[in-house]
């Protein structure tokens, strides 16, 4: 059939085709073993839910599809959920549900319930190029063996307003735009990171990375809280920018590093490196208010070290500051030091050992 309307002002309309249902209440469901929404497909029950389910259900091409439940959820179950190029969820109230094995948001999609949450679970769930997930309130989770949230961190932003983000799993990566206002965004597992142009601002809470390797190679900017790096090798890499405005950055664990060229501003408290061998190369760190600490077997600056207001400790045998400026200088310290930094001072400035 072709140009079908099905209205019915209460109950369920059941599919096993492509049809553009638009219900003022009860729901739309679609089930079979490959379920399809096709190009243009328009669903949009006032309350209720749209559901499909089955082997391979999908919402396909739909570069004008809109699934706009006002009240209720969409979900969709199989072997390989997927909603496909320029989809639009967006429920009103409810929540948008992905779950299967492969399930996966897939590039232009959108994703915008007011209230409640988006989940997306599975073996390989993964939100792809191009993907905007906006929650005004509730949480994005993505669970499984390798939960993404891929490529595109010029075009790709997850906001919601108040929640958390999460991401669990063997292999978990961000390379998007996140900025939840309040609550946390958390990555745990073997190998969690943030990928290169990632951009993390949260007004209230925390950005937490925990794992055998938490890596950053983004700028994470919570306004209120702290960055912490827990794991066997946490790191943060080049080009990072940590800019907490009140809050500390931590990194703790065997062998936490700062590579080449980062930034790391707290605007109050402090920036800390605890490990066997806690290192910075051509790191620049200046909380305005706090200190900087370095305590492990061998800890090392290579680095400008700035705060405006505090102190600066490295405790072990040998520490050792470099500094930055021309013409370069090794100064040895004590097996244990702590160097206040002057008001006006910005660079530090201990006495030269003799080697």
Do not use: H
């Amino acid at each position: 059939m072709s140009n079908t309307t099905i209205t019915p002002s209460a109950g369920l309309v059941r599919l096993t085709t492509g049809l553009a249902p638009l219900i003022s209440a009860g729901s739309v469901t679609v089930s079979g073993v490959a379920p399809t929404l096709i190009l243009g497909t328009v669903i949009a029950p006032s309350v209720g839910a749209v559901a499909l389910a089955g082997v391979a259900p999908s919402i396909t091409k739909p570069t004008v599809t809109s699934v706009v439940p006002t009240v209720g959820a969409v979900t969709l179950t199989g072997v390989a959920s997927t909603v496909i190029l320029g989809t639009v969820l967006a429920p009103t109230v409810g929540s948008v549900t992905l779950n299967g094995v492969a399930s996966t948001l897939v590039q232009g999609t959108v994703i915008s319930p007011s209230v409640g949450a988006l989940t997306v679970t599975g073996i390989a769930p993964g939100l792809v190029l191009g993907t905007v997930t906006v929650t005004a309130a509730g949480a994005v989770t993505l669970t499984g063996l390798a939960p993404t949230l891929s490529f595109g961190a010029g075009s790709s932003s997850i906001t919601p307003s108040v929640g958390a983000i999460t991401l669990a799993g063997v292999s978990s990566t961000l390379a998007l735009g996140i900025a939840p206002q309040v609550g946390a965004m958390a990555l745990s597992g073997v190998a969690p990171s943030l990928v290169r142009g990632t951009v993390i601002a949260s007004s209230v809470g925390s950005v937490a990375l925990s794992g055998v390797a938490g890596t950053l190679a983004l700028g994470v900017a919570p306004g209120v809280g702290q960055v912490t790096l827990a794991g066997v090798a946490p790191g943060l890499i080049r080009g990072t920018v940590v800019s907490a405005t009140t809050g500390s950055v931590s990194l703790s664990g065997l062998a936490p590093s700062l590579l080449q060229k980062w930034f790391i501003a707290p605007g109050a408290g402090s920036v800390d490196l605890v490990g066997a061998v806690p290192a910075r190369g051509s790191v620049a760190i200046s909380p305005s208010t706090g200190a900087i600490v370095l305590a492990g077997v061998a800890p090392a600056a290579a680095s400008i070290l700035a705060p405006r207001v505090g102190s600066v400790s490295l405790v072990a045998l040998p520490p050792r500051v470099t500094i930055t400026y021309a013409p370069p200088s090794l100064y040895l310290l004590p097996a244990s030091a702590s160097i206040p930094i002057p008001q006006t001072g910005y660079y530090l400035r201990p006495q030269k050992v003799a080697a």
